[in-house]
């Protein structure tokens, strides 16, 4: 009887331990967003979407930096995403029996969780010291490096669920292989491609290593591809390092702006995904 | 189909003709594309690689294997040596899975086992949106709420108990700075949560419920269930669970840069600031100036990406070996 008491004790206590961890996970999330509601919500005024970054001591807006993250996450979303599906397209379509094929997923499995700032560093080397200056080119380059291997997995995941009896069907009415993939393919894995891009971009706008040397920064507005630009993260990542009271609570603001943006894009990624599993 | 019948048949079959050899030349020109864009992917592994390599060389060759096991960094005199950033990298990761790794597994244990199915979904996902927290909040949070929350709750705390404790007590040592190598470590902890939680919990899923339910009908309590059946079952796929939470936590950058305290130097005292690779890349990289500063940096970023490239292939690895399993 003594056994039996002690296994039932130590199950409540690891079941009871196992509640906490998860209660702390959930903690970390809420503190998180807390912490940014009540320190950024007082700076999203009107002025920060109208305003270019001030010098310090004075009030000012993140106008450019929002721009050019915009800008560079677009640049490098048009780049990346016909790439990423591409590539998807040739695992998921075309590489049957090939032997590269496995290598190329792998390889893009730890490209997708290697350490962002090397690609900053890539593109520094082929980009920047080639051109001699910094540029939002070249951030767009490093972000679009960032967007492949989001896209071409989601892409791949996608086209493999899609019932091969549609492929055979329109083979059989003597459509040629590309207007099978694009017709069909596509049109029935469309839902999963918006997905991924959403994810692509989530992920994408938040990146601050690979801009630190490739777009570098910019106090000013600037529409100039070829040259240096403003964007959010950096500034966030400047401003909040800085000792001057009015630069970190820009900071917050911009903090949280681009944490709201990124989470609704999670979120509504993961609506559209379920909403897919459920009619199938 | 909406072709008009004008001509006889030789003349449709000629309409087929130029058709169908049209098709094949778009067929191919597509084909040909998706596999460019597929060997894509190696060229650009390829083309990071040869950076790297190209840019550290100056440095690598200047000074040789010293590099990696001198521990000054001195632009002035340009003397350098990775050896504090690489210390920096190891301890802050393995401080965020000594941590990370039980809560997560607590995690998996409460979302498989205990949670009421229609709180799966939810805690499932929340647990997710960690990882979607770009890592610059985790380091504005860490600087500004956590660092001084630390400084004042937790590190006072072990340096007044565990630093008192003769062999590790050094490790607690020094006043409570808030910044510094443990600080980095815990928050890492929290980032590397969520790619740990997501693979263990869809491994466990995998277990065939035949099993479990045998041994529930042994008699077996829930936590038996999990230590003997659930976690020999998918021991391979939880280790490369961890593995991606440690690549994760080895190339994590901004986070970092904002909460270790960047000094390159190696001390006892986890407590106190160190530095790690990234975020010595992110702090001097813009303000290096002489080609061996620049260099050196580089050379650091060729080793963090070795690094992370053989933890993640080996997580990769482990990860196809079970799925192989459950496929077949």
Known sequence: ?280 | MTTQIVGGRKQLQAEYLRWASRQRVLDAAFRGAATFFGLFVLLLLGGVIFALVDGAWPALSHFGFDFVTSESWNPVTEKFGARAPIYGTVVTSLIAMAIGLPISFGIAIFITELCPGWLRRPIGTAIELLAGIPSIIYGIWGLFVFAPFLQSTLQPFLIATLGEVPLIGGLFAGPPLGIGVFTAGLILSIMVLPFITAVMRDVFMTVPPMLKESAYGLGCTTWEVVWRVVLPYTRVGVVGGVMLGLGRALGETMAVTFVIGNAHRIQNSILAPGTTISAALANEFTEAVGDLYLSSLIALGFILFVITFFVLSFAKLLLLRLERRSGS
């Open chain 1, 1 to 280: 009887m003594d056994l039996y008491r002690r296994r039932r004790t130590r199950n409540a206590v690891v079941l009871t331990l196992s509640f906490f961890a998860t209660a702390l996970g959930l903690f970390w999330l809420c503190a998180i967003l807390w912490t940014l509601l009540s320190n950024g919500l007082s700076a999203i005024t009107l002025d920060l979407f109208t305003q270019n970054t001030p010098p310090p001591g004075s009030k000012g807006g993140l106008l450019n930096a929002i721009y050019g993250s915009v800008l560079m996450t677009a640049i490098a979303t048009a780049i990346g995403t016909p790439i990423g599906i591409l590539a998807g397209t040739f695992l998921a379509e075309y590489s049957r029996g090939s032997r590269i094929a496995p290598v190329i997923r792998f390889i893009n499995d730890i490209l997708l969780s290697a350490p962002s700032i090397i690609v900053g560093l890539f593109v520094y080397e082929v980009v920047v010291l080639r051109m001699g200056h910094f540029s939002a080119w070249a951030g767009a380059m490093a972000l679009a490096i960032i967007v492949v291997p989001v896209v071409l997995r989601t892409t791949e995941d996608m086209l493999r669920l899609v019932p091969n009896a549609l492929r055979e069907a329109a083979a059989a009415l003597g459509t040629p292989q590309w207007q099978i993939v694009v017709r069909i393919c596509y049109r029935a894995a469309m839902q999963g491609f918006v997905t991924g891009v959403m994810l692509a971009v989530a992920r994408v706008s938040g990146e601050t290593a690979p801009l630190l040397f490739t777009a570098l920064n910019n106090q000013f507005w600037s529409s100039n591809l070829n040259a240096p630009m403003a964007n959010l993260p950096v500034v966030i990542f400047q401003f909040a390092m800085s000792p001057y009271a009015d630069w970190q609570s820009l900071a917050w603001g911009g903090a949280l702006l681009i944490s709201v943006v990124i989470l609704l894009l999670n979120i509504a990624a993961r609506a559209a995904t379920s909403g897919k599993r459920e009619n199938q």
